[in-house]
């Protein structure tokens, strides 16, 4: 670590003041919140904590949701990010735009605009409810689909953009040499974006871990069934602000073990 | 490391600073004061509950008292409690429990007696037309029901529970929403067949919703305590306006909304 940015620092020359004062300001305001997490952290309860069920309950259905929802977002994304930069719609700019609503959009109304359209009694979901008995709201179902509204658009951008930067050429080569454009997209083209993909998948997946408002709002909380981690961690915070903080350490640690892994395994060198 | 700690410096700095602005008020005088004595702003932190004849309530306090500015803050009383904990400058707390009311007499930021100025009992609520068929307190242990109830974290949860207990009914909600009016939502988008709300959130909702008594509803009444904080900025306009609020002519607008006054 310290050999290489001495290294680094031979190559470059002097940096400017100017820019390190407020770099090391923004690091601060970053990471001292979290520091303060750890020393307010009550370490001496803190394995019996750690190991209660509904801790593990919450984590799981944290995971396997987030996950999913990833999945969801990788196989609806793509297929958009890719009609964003390379098919010749009219009116890309606004769709572009449109796809980034969600970003902007409070979560709390995200929900309740997935309640009014998958719900009971919304525009599409009163037809599933009134024919097969099927609703989304307070099922393990909506959390995906909550999440999955709130993430999507981070993978988007990030795939958008690595298709707008790649080079086209290969595409054109191949192509040119016979092969369909199904085969081009899967063996030139994906590949060819591949760091942004999981770049864009490991934001979505962080987003969808950390999601609370719209999860709450739509998929309701029920442990076991819908209750992730950030609800265990907001209802915590009500009667136990110690447990809130466990359950918030035990979230940072698995996410930015998750990130960290994947990045040794994906991200070495330059993206 | 340096530069953090220069900003933990500044930051204690500016903190102790607003401590000092905070106590800097020495009139601690809990007499009620009359009318054209109390001047400037007076903030209230209140259970969110309590926004909407909070907010009538301050207009008529104001009218009461020119010269006077009534600033409310609405939120759940237990992130209220923590917030003046925090040293949040606030003149008066009106908490929606007393447990929360306790935080803060627990750590010496209110001195003041707490007197109870309104409580509020649950109610079942239910969609325009009770399309779920809902009888009473019983539908909400059948399985297969929608249901809805507040989490057990949170003062209608906690009443919700109680009020089982006695009438020996195991809730099956769908849900357990994080406050009440999460809870009132699900049923004016119809997306539960009931939810157990208090009674002024029936009223509030308007006709999207219906509310059904039911007799245990009596044994978990919630009460709603208030008093001026010990450092109040303005000391004098927070004791005149919790006894406004412990005033005849509040009363009838608690009343209007569905609390139970003392």
Redesign the interface.
């Known amino acids: 670590m310290s050999g290489a940015s001495a290294r680094r620092r031979a190559v470059r020359g002097r940096r400017p003041v100017i820019l390190v ?1 407020p770099a ?2 923004a690091l ?1 305001f970053l990471l ?1 919140p979290l520091l303060g997490l750890l020393v307010r952290a009550p370490w001496r309860t803190m394995p019996e904590r750690l190991f209660s069920a509904e801790v593990g309950q919450a984590l799981r259905l944290s995971l396997l949701c987030a996950t999913l929802a990833t999945g969801i977002c990788l196989v609806l994304g793509i297929p958009l990010a890719w009609l964003l930069a390379r098919a010749q719609l009219p009116g890309r700019g606004l769709i572009r735009a449109l796809v980034t609503v969600p970003l902007v959009l409070p979560p709390v109304v995200g929900g ?1 605009a997935l ?2 359209v998958l ?3 919304g525009l599409v979901g009163q037809y599933a409810y009134d024919w097969f008995g099927v ?1 989304l ?2 099922t393990t179902a909506g959390v995906v689909v909550a999440e999955a509204f709130v993430a999507m658009p981070f993978l988007v951008i990030s795939v958008e953009g690595a298709l707008r930067a790649a080079d086209t050429r290969y595409e054109d080569a191949a192509a040119t040499l016979g092969a369909s454009p199904w085969y081009t997209f899967r063996r030139v083209t994906l590949p060819s974006v591949l760091p942004g993909v999981v770049a864009g998948a490991v934001l979505c997946w962080a987003r969808a871990l950390g999601e609370f408002g719209a999860t ?2 739509f ?5 076991g069934k ?1 209750t992730t981690m950030p ?1 265990a961690v ?6 136990d ?1 110690d447990a809130a903080i466990v359950l918030s350490l035990v979230l940072l640690v698995v996410s930015v073990g998750v990130l960290v892994s994947l990045r040794e395994r994906w991200m070495r060198g330059p993206v | 490391m340096k530069t953090i700690r220069t900003l933990a410096l500044t930051a204690a700095a500016l903190t102790v600073t607003a401590g000092l602005v905070g106590c800097s008020s020495d009139d601690n005088s809990s007499k009620p004061a009359a009318t054209g004595q109390i001047s400037g702003t007076v903030t209230v932190f209140a259970a969110a509950s309590l926004t909407d004849t909070f907010n009538q309530l301050g207009h008529d306090f104001e009218a009461a008292h020119p010269g006077v500015k009534v600033v409310f803050s609405y939120g759940g009383s237990s992130a209220l409690a923590q917030q003046i904990n925090q040293g949040a400058p606030a003149d008066v707390f009106a908490s929606a429990a007393p447990a929360n009311m306790k935080q803060v007499v627990d750590t010496g930021e209110i001195t003041a007696p707490q007197p109870t100025f309104v409580s509020n009992r649950l109610e079942i609520a239910v969609p325009k037309g009770n399309p779920g068929h809902i009888s009473g307190l019983a539908d909400f242990g059948k399985a297969g029901s929608r249901t809805a109830l507040c989490a057990e974290q949170v003062p209608c949860g906690a009443a919700a529970k109680q009020v089982f207990q006695i009438a020996g009914i195991t809730p099956q909600p769908v849900t357990r929403e994080q406050d009440v009016k999460a809870a009132l939502t699900k049923v004016t988008l119809d997306e539960v067949d009931a939810a157990l709300v208090y009674r002024t959130d029936v009223q509030a909702a308007g006709d999207k919703v219906e509310g059904i008594d039911f007799p245990e509803s009596a044994k978990a009444i919630n009460t709603y305590p208030i008093a001026p904080l010990a450092k109040a900025p303005n000391a004098a306009a927070a004791a005149a306006f919790v006894d406004f609020i412990k005033g005849d002519q509040a009363k009838k607008v608690f009343a209007a909304a569905g609390f139970d006054t003392p």
Do not use: H, K, S
């Open positions: 004062l090391v300001c601060a001292v309740v309640l009014l719900g009971r009694r609703a709201p307070f709450i709002t998929a309701g909380n029920f442990p819908t609800l907001y209802l915590a915070l009500e009667t602000p």
